[in-house]
Structure formats: C-alpha cells, structure tokens
C-alpha cells in the first residue's frame, strides 16, 4: 500500500467541522458589542491589572466571543485545505492499469455527517466558562475520534465541492496493494469514474483513495 497522507486525513476531518462553525459564526457573531467589549477590557487591564481578565472571563458574552473567534480562525483554514485539495489534483497520482468494479455510490454520507456531528455540536450553549469548555471537549473528543477512524471521507464541505465517494474492489491490482480481496472507499470529482476505464490513484488513509479515470 502507498505511504499514508496522515496530514491530508487530519486536514479533511477538520475542514469536515466547517458547517457547524459557519453556523457557529452566524450564531454567535455581534461585532459592534465585541468591539465595545475589548476597549472595556483594556479599560479595566490598565486601570484594575490582571483582574480585568477574570471581569472578562465572568461575562456573560465570554462564550460567545471565544467562539467566534473558534469559528472564524476555523473557516480560515477550512479555506486554505479546500484550495489545498483542489490543488492535490494535479500531482502525486500512481498510474499501473488497474481497473475497478465499484460496488456502492451513497450520496447521503454529507447528510449522515451534519445530522450525526453538526446539529448535536450547534444545539450546545456557551455561554458561561462551563458551557464552553464543555462544548471544546466535546468537540475535541469527536475530531479524535473521526482521526482514528476511517469516515473522514464522509465529508459535506467535499459533497458540496461536487466530489463524489464510492467503494469499490480492484479488478487487477498492482502488487503495492496489500488486501487485493478489501473493498476500498475512492472518492472522485464531479464525473462518475467508468468501471471500464484505467484508473489513476492516489492513497490517503484506512483505505480511502482519491480516484480518477486515466
């Protein structure tokens, strides 16, 4: 098997979490009272020292004000990976004649994601320090968990990108192929991959490929 792509793999679970922080954004955003905050802020550093930081942790805005700037920082990257993996297109791919037989093409695995992760994500309030740091942990212990796992690919920011997943088996593998019997996850952009027609690859991680027609 190829040499995994452990940083593309993390990249894409994390830019999988962009809707929830776009929703996040909208949710939480009010730039004329942050604003408002952060000059009362330096206000009461200069005017009070280091207890202005536990005046700020104590508002009742606190939670909100992390999240946007959670959410915004996110976004951000999420940017920079869809411009990355646009990018990936264009090299690193192995070509050895290989055809493949596909077996499954769910187009519901975007969907699936935003009802499983998302919505449950968005519902959290974070308003006190609690809530927040509650809402992080959860957050943290669902990106750890999707990392060591093989459903990153179940990714909507990639459905609405127009990239398509599917499984499929190998017809003629090449001998860098370990399990030639697995059913492997490809995922493709826009056109249908042609059964009939020689593939081209390449490896990302727990058997999922970026797939085309060579």
Not at 12 to 35: E, G
Not at 162 to 172: D, E, G, V
Request: hydrophobic content about 50%; charged content about 15%.
């Amino acid at each position: 098997m190829d040499i995994e792509n452990l940083n593309l793999k993390r990249c894409l679970v994390l830019q999988s979490f962009a809707p929830l922080f776009l929703l996040l954004f909208m949710k939480h955003l009010d730039i004329s009272l942050y604003l408002k905050l952060v000059h009362r802020f330096w206000e009461v550093l200069v005017n009070t020292g280091i207890s202005a930081f536990s005046v700020a942790v104590n508002h009742v805005s606190f939670g909100s004000f992390i999240i946007s700037i959670i959410s915004t920082i996110w976004l951000i990257i999420t940017i920079v990976i869809a411009l990355g993996f646009n990018g990936m297109q264009k090299a690193g791919f192995k070509s050895a004649g290989e055809q493949i037989i596909i077996e499954d093409s769910p187009n519901d695995s975007g969907a699936t994601f935003l009802v499983t992760y998302v919505l449950p994500l968005l519902t959290d309030d974070v308003e006190s320090v609690r809530e927040l740091i509650v809402f992080l942990t959860m957050l943290i212990m669902v990106v750890l968990l999707l990392t060591r796992s093989n459903t990153f690919y179940q990714n909507p920011v990639l459905s609405a990108m127009k990239y398509r997943t599917f499984s499929f088996k190998f017809l003629n593998p090449s001998n860098d192929i370990a399990y030639p019997e697995r059913t492997y996850i490809g995922i493709t952009y826009k056109t249908s991959i042609a059964e009939e027609a020689v593939i081209k690859r390449k490896y990302i991680s727990d058997g999922v490929f970026v797939v085309y027609n060579d």
